[in-house]
């Protein structure tokens, strides 16, 4: 019996990291309501930590990008596994807004940056070089496994329990699994008998520079759309996740099938990141971000008008399965247009204004909740801005830039 090339293994290890970092990071929308009541914090100054996390992790993102490229994925998702664990177990132990900001928003926020979806999918295309839409949506499926079982579970142990046991048994769990897993498994340097078939030859771990420097590459029209594009799409996300309980339980749908929902949406956003994979790698980026895009603005003007319970649960669902589908799509946007030898820091910088974005739209959405009474308006803004960035995925050109442009493009 022919042993799996460990390509394989690298892919279930980068997708047991992104269960776990990603399970626990959607976990903070399934406690909002309860910690808020217990905390007695506004919905606004408990979303400012969402919002710390977002700016610290965003900050981190490009030095973590650095670390990848230039010293070591091992060492980098290692360590960071160990903090984000760390920090995650010690919201267990908050008792003032300043420590939620400290754990959750500092501590928390850097562990998390170096064991997402950036580094992991950056490690998953050095093994999968000629498949990198679907190895990599493989891989953030356990993002979207691990908000179904994570905060499934959850949504149990808050029937029994309460939210500061939901945090310490997530801790230890992130401890105990993800720590030996990454220092036993994952390598570096990816050999020729390793890499799977229908990828070789193997991605050049050193690739000679793009003729594209670092600064030109920063400052394309291509990587400000980009930048652009994932901006709106953090804010939407994070506005979503973080209120999308609290704004279910405000229309008077219980606890249980509040926190079920969120569950469910990983499950849909399973579906939406493998999808997103395929159509990549048959046709590109831009197409599954398009679509995206287009869920998301029906889906918005949809919940506008209905707020019933059977309509918040089609409005988690179907948004649920875009969450995740810009995810991936990250290294094959660099990757077609700048090639591999930067793929860290640009993905990086780029997944870093999504963090900027997704903290702000957590904060956003909070504001608006407490100063107009209800997140109508933030739903509103949610649709436009769904319209702009569709329009804008169009204007990506997923072509090889090798050196500068100076003319216009062909009519």
């Known amino acids: 019996m022919r042993r799996p090339h460990y390509s394989y293994v690298i892919l279930a290890t980068g997708f047991f990291v992104l269960f776990f970092s990603g399970g626990s990071r959607f976990a903070f929308g399934l406690m909002l309501k309860p910690m808020s009541e217990d905390l007695d914090i506004s919905r606004s100054t408990l979303s400012l930590a969402v919002t710390t996390f977002m700016v610290v992790s965003a900050l981190a993102l490009p030095f973590i990008g650095r670390l990848v490229d230039q010293w070591s994925l091992k060492g980098t998702i290692g360590i960071a596994a160990v903090v984000g664990g760390i920090g995650i177990g010690l919201m267990g132990q908050v008792q003032a807004p300043w ?4 754990v959750y928003g500092v501590v928390f926020g850097l562990g998390n940056a170096g064991a997402s979806i950036s580094p992991v999918t950056v490690m998953i295309s050095r093994w999968f070089p000629n498949r990198r839409g679907i190895a990599s949506s493989g891989a953030v499926a356990g993002n979207a496994l691990g908000q179904l079982l994570i905060v499934m579970a959850l949504a149990a142990v808050l029937v029994s329990l309460d ?3 939901s945090y310490t048994l997530l801790g230890i769990a992130n401890l105990a699994v993800l720590i030996p897993l990454i ?9 020729a008998e390793n890499v799977a078939v229908a990828d070789a030859p193997p991605l050049v771990i050193t690739p000679p520079e793009s003729p594209l420097s670092l600064g030109r590459a920063l400052t394309s029209s291509q990587l400000i759309l980009l930048v652009v594009i994932y901006g709106i799409c953090g804010l939407q996300d994070f506005f979503v996740v973080t209120h999308i309980v609290a704004f279910a339980r405000d229309q008077g749908m219980g606890s249980v099938l509040a926190g079920n929902m969120l569950a469910l949406m990983g499950l849909m956003g399973l579906a939406g990141v493998l999808s997103a994979g395929f159509l990549a790698d048959a046709f590109g980026a ?3 971000t398009v679509i995206c895009f287009i869920i998301r603005m029906f889906i918005f003007a949809f919940i506008v008008f209905d707020q019933g319970t059977a309509s918040i649960m089609v409005f988690g669902l179907f948004y649920g399965f875009t969450n995740l589908i810009t995810a991936p799509l990250t290294v094959v946007f660099v990757g077609n247009i700048f090639g591999v030898a930067r793929l860290g820091t640009l ?12 903290g702000f739209g ?11 009474g209800s997140y109508d308006d933030a739903f509103k803004l949610m649709l436009v801005l769904s319209v702009v960035a569709a329009v804008l995925v169009t204007l990506v050109r997923e072509k090889r830039i090798d050196e500068p442009v100076t003319s216009s493009p062909p009519g």
């Open 99 to 102: 420590q939620v900001f400290i």
């Open 163 to 165: 939210w500061r046991w």
């Open 183 to 191: 220092f036993l498994t994952v390598k570096d340097v990816p050999r």
């Open 286 to 288: 831009v197409r599954p």
């Open 347 to 358: 993905a990086g910088a780029i997944v870093m204004v999504h963090q900027f974005a997704g």
């Open 362 to 372: 957590a904060f956003l959405g909070a504001w608006i909740f407490d100063n107009r």
